[in-house]
């Protein structure tokens, strides 16, 4: 660790502490701008033996204890990589060089599973119905739905979720683990609106190495250090998963599917039902290519909204598409002629059907002589009918004037 970071890091232990109460919400609302602090605890923090490390968890202890919620969000924004951490050293059987970390995340479950009166919270959430639009699908796309939100709640049949009570925990063990873990990282998705692209990618980087760490996968992405297996649960798997999922479309495409690949690696490893299910709907959602960055860094999701006013099928039938189907009707013989006569020249057939071969008198010869001429005029009208048969219908005259003659 550089000088530079180590006393951006001291001045930042010692500055908290001369605060006043009245005076932290402005502390707070400075703390962003100190662009160097945040990659200097960053490397606190991967530092197991750093003598930094217990005062900074102190610190970031009583950030959340202040119950300010930009203090709060500025402590969450480390979470993924203190969970790395004790992971790691949990999975190296090493707790010793852990406890300030255990205890930091003791401290903000402990905080988060009661209200400000201290009584415990039971968080619900409302199943959404597809029978009500979102910005995610319209009912109108589906089909005919005979059950409607309004027949839903007249009977009655709306969903709703419940999480908690949850206990308080003195120290985390095996059993206990991943319960805290995953209510940890529900609290971190909760503000992740909040939280900067570095937390998201750090987050993406962690979910990639907890999931890939000891199995075959590791060499492929050639991540160092910890070489242990970690046992993880399907509920954590999911809270990582919703995180991925947001930083998809907020700047960290590249990481998030990494991230998406190696979570649903070692959910079919597992055979975990859940992750696989919401691993599988995620990457079945996705475009097919990365998406266009806008100026502020975030990447949004393309919505269809049903607009306010009726719109004009495509395939509607007007005046200008009827008129130009009559164009084209006309236009088409017109083409076929011209392809006739581009094409190769066949010379017609020469009926003598109608010419007789027998002697007969002066009378008779005459009289035979007229017949053939009317015949042969209605065989020319008949010719030249066809539009098509222009072209050949001289030379057929021709030819059949010149076997009369003979």
């Known amino acids: 660790m550089l000088a530079v970071d180590t006393g951006a890091v001291e001045e930042w232990l010692s500055e908290f502490k001369t605060l006043t109460e009245a005076s932290i919400g402005d502390y707070a609302s400075n703390l962003k701008d100190k662009s160097s602090l945040v990659p200097a605890l960053y490397k606190v923090i991967q530092e197991p033996h750093s003598e930094l490390l217990e005062p900074v968890c102190h610190q970031l202890f009583e950030f959340y204890r202040s119950g300010e919620e930009r203090l709060q969000r500025f402590t969450l924004q480390f979470l993924p990589e203190l969970i790395w951490c004790y992971l790691t050293v949990a999975a190296s059987r090493d707790l010793q060089s852990s406890g300030c970390i255990e205890a930091l995340l003791l401290g903000i479950y402990n905080l988060e599973i009661v209200d400000l009166h201290g009584q415990s919270k039971v968080l619900s959430f409302t199943i959404p119905s597809l029978a009500k639009p979102s910005v995610y699908h319209e009912p109108s796309s589906i089909g005919s739905m005979v059950l409607t939100e309004g027949a839903l709640s007249q009977h009655g049949l709306s969903k709703v979720v419940y999480s908690g009570p949850h206990p308080q925990r003195e120290m985390l063990t095996a059993q206990n683990r991943f319960e805290v873990l995953s209510f940890l990282l ?120 049903t607009p306010t006013s009726s719109r004009i099928s495509r395939n509607a039938v007007t005046s200008m598409s009827i008129r130009g189907h009559r164009w084209k009707r006309h236009e088409q013989p017109e083409n076929s002629v011209e392809a006739s006569e581009l094409s190769i020249l066949v010379i017609p057939e020469i009926s003598v059907t109608h010419v007789t071969v027998e002697r007969t008198g002066n009378g008779e010869k005459g009289r035979t002589q007229a017949e053939n001429d009317v015949q042969h005029m209605q065989g020319v009208q008949e010719t030249t009918a066809d539009p098509r048969a222009e072209g050949r219908g001289v030379t057929e005259i021709r030819r059949q004037k010149s076997m009369l003659s003979i």
């Not at 992740?192 to 190495?209: A, G, W």
């Not at 199995?215 to 399907?234: C, D, M, T």
């Not at 597992?270 to 502020?296: H, M, R």
């Open 186 to 305: 529900l609290c971190y998705n909760a503000a992740l609106t909040y939280m900067p692209t570095v937390s998201l990618k750090s987050l993406c980087q962690i979910c990639s190495r907890i999931c890939v760490c000891g199995y075959p996968r590791q060499h492929v992405r050639k991540y160092k250090g910890a070489k242990n297996r970690i046992p993880v649960s399907p509920e954590f798997m999911v809270q990582m998963l919703t995180g991925i999922y947001y930083a998809f479309y907020n700047g960290e495409w590249d990481p998030a599917r990494k991230a998406l690949d190696d979570v649903l690696y070692r959910a079919q490893l597992e055979l975990y039902p859940e992750p696989l299910l919401v691993a599988n709907a995620i990457k079945a959602s996705l475009p097919q290519g990365a998406l266009k960055s806008t100026k502020d860094g975030t990447r949004r999701i393309q919505v269809e909204i």
